[in-house]
């Protein structure tokens, strides 16, 4: 079993920055490939960014240039830095671990970017 903790959401203005961090307990994430996701009310949950286990990276059109996903596999977390962020991209922003069958979920930060 793999546990995951997000942290680091908050309230940031328009064109802010945030970096999100998924600490994982249970076991080594090394050979997990690794996402964000994030959904608002009513809406269905979307992928933000991925990263493979060889560090391969992936973003939704939405946010490429904006936001970096990365992992530090020494410290068992995975990280999103968030930067020039939007009110879309308001949201409960979810960490993800996979690899074959084993999937697991995060419970959630919360990302709200106003004014």
């Known amino acids: 079993q793999v546990q995951l903790v997000e942290s680091g959401g908050g309230l940031v203005q328009p064109g802010g920055s945030l970096r999100l961090s998924c600490a994982a307990s249970?076991?080594?994430?090394?050979?997990?490939?690794m996402g964000w996701y994030r959904q608002d009310p009513g809406k269905q949950r979307e992928l933000v960014a991925s990263?493979?286990?060889?560090?391969?990276?992936n973003y939704a059109d939405s946010v490429k240039g904006r936001f970096t996903i990365s992992r530090d596999n020494a410290k068992n977390t995975v990280y999103l830095q968030m930067n020039s962020l939007k009110p879309e991209d308001t949201a409960v922003y979810y960490c993800?671990?996979?690899?074959?069958?084993?999937?697991?979920w995060g419970r959630g930060t919360q990302v709200t970017v106003s004014s």
């Open positions: 993800n671990a996979v690899r074959f069958r084993e999937h697991y």
């Open positions: 990263i493979t286990s060889t560090s391969s990276t």
């Open positions: 249970g076991r080594t994430i090394s050979t997990y490939a």
